[in-house]
């Protein structure tokens, strides 16, 4: 048993900001005095710093996620009549990009551990309109890049990674988002890596792509004023970027702190009856916490509510069952499962362990109670 009280969020940003105050601080005056807050000198030097972290020739900062994902698939060339393959177990988001350019998401179900998409049921799907296939690393577990890797080779296709919540994991050794043809990434106040507000990067070693990328991300054009093709305003804001220089040098140590807590939660959960916990595997990077739970798991999450304790559903509609592509007529029976089943706890790098103890032990009652009712 726990005495730790008080509300538990599902994530809490301030012990980070409180340790890189100054820092922070330094950084956000150096922009504001410069008066350059569009593509100022940090964004020239994050994106350098973070290019040389992932190992990569190119790094290019664009508004948000979404951007670097539609972005990173038009200058591939991709649009439509073309065809992507892609998880259902995901934030909209990634099908919403391949939709953008004006190709068709092709979707394929995903493995029941990890939730993300399974390499061998790709191949079955690969068409002569297929042009790429789109991994997530979801909660920041890469996925089985080996698999994807040959079938694109084999097939003379690109591989865009959707990293938006796996910056710094790391697949045999490999950044995720640097295998593949290019990686996308988020900095989503929440991710690993967070800014203030939205920004996005494309990762690559592709000369092509990234002068592409450049050029789409301020109205398609290399020289001011001298528009190309029709681009998009999707530029990295010079604070959110020196917030990131300073965030940068942490994020590993973050992340192992991640790994402990999510370490510590598997021992406390391990043998409770109902809760399927994640491996701690190797890589791994702990965006979420997610477990499966073997019984109703609205209930399960109305409970830790009552308890003071926030979680979140991460995604309760697999992607194929929205609106917008339900007439695609998929059934992949274990994304829908996951959807019905997946409970995300809070995590954070300096999460006490006195409120992991308090969760571990909300679950168990929650489904003790659940059990009375059965």
Not at 14 to 36: F, T
Not at 49 to 58: F, R
Not at 210 to 223: C, D, N, P, Q, T
Not at 332 to 359: D, F, N
Request: glycine share 8%.
């Amino acid at each position: 048993m726990t005495t730790e009280t008080g509300f538990i969020p599902i994530l809490d940003l301030k012990p980070q900001y409180e340790s890189l105050k100054s820092d922070l601080q330094v950084a956000i005056n150096r922009v504001v005095e410069s008066g350059r807050f569009v593509m100022g000198p940090d964004v020239k030097a994050f994106e350098a710093e973070v290019a040389q972290y992932l190992g990569v020739k190119h790094a290019i900062g664009v508004n948000s996620g979404t951007d670097a994902l539609f972005i990173g698939l038009r200058a591939l060339g991709i649009g439509p009549g073309d065809e992507v393959i892609t998880t259902p177990f995901t934030y909209f988001a990634t099908a919403e990009s391949i939709s953008h350019v004006g190709a068709t998401p092709v979707f394929v179900d995903v493995d029941e551990r990890t939730f993300n998409i399974v390499p061998e049921l790709i191949e079955e799907k690969i068409t002569e309109r297929t042009k790429a296939i789109l991994p997530v690393h979801l909660f920041g577990r890469p996925a089985e890049m080996g698999g994807i890797m040959a079938l694109a080779e084999r097939y003379d296709l690109k591989v865009v990674e959707d990293c938006a919540q796996s910056f710094g994991a790391r697949y045999e050794g490999r950044q995720t988002g640097t295998i593949g043809t290019m990686g996308a990434y988020s900095f989503f106040p929440s991710k690993n890596l967070g800014a203030y507000g939205d920004g996005g990067l494309i990762a690559t070693n592709d000369d092509a792509l990234a002068s592409a990328a450049r050029m789409l991300r301020v109205h398609g054009a290399k020289e001011k004023y001298h528009n190309e093709v029709v681009g998009y305003n999707s530029r990295l804001d010079t604070i959110q970027a020196a917030i990131l220089r300073v965030k940068l040098p942490h994020v590993d140590a973050w992340n192992e702190d991640r790994r402990r807590v999510a370490a510590l939660y598997g021992k406390l959960l391990e043998y409770v009856p109902g809760v399927v916990a994640p491996e701690v595997t190797e890589g791994h990077v702990f965006h979420q916490y997610t477990v499966r739970i073997n019984g109703n798991r609205n209930e399960v999450q109305d409970g830790l509510k009552k308890a003071g304790i926030d979680t979140m559903v991460y995604y309760p509609v697999p992607v194929h069952q929205l609106p917008l592509y339900r007439e695609l007529d998929y059934h992949l029976p274990l994304a829908e499962k996951a959807a019905g089943e997946l409970l995300s706890l809070p995590i954070w790098p300096t999460m006490e362990e006195p409120k992991q103890y308090r969760v571990a032990e909300a679950i168990r009652q929650a489904l003790a109670v659940q059990k009375q009712h059965a």
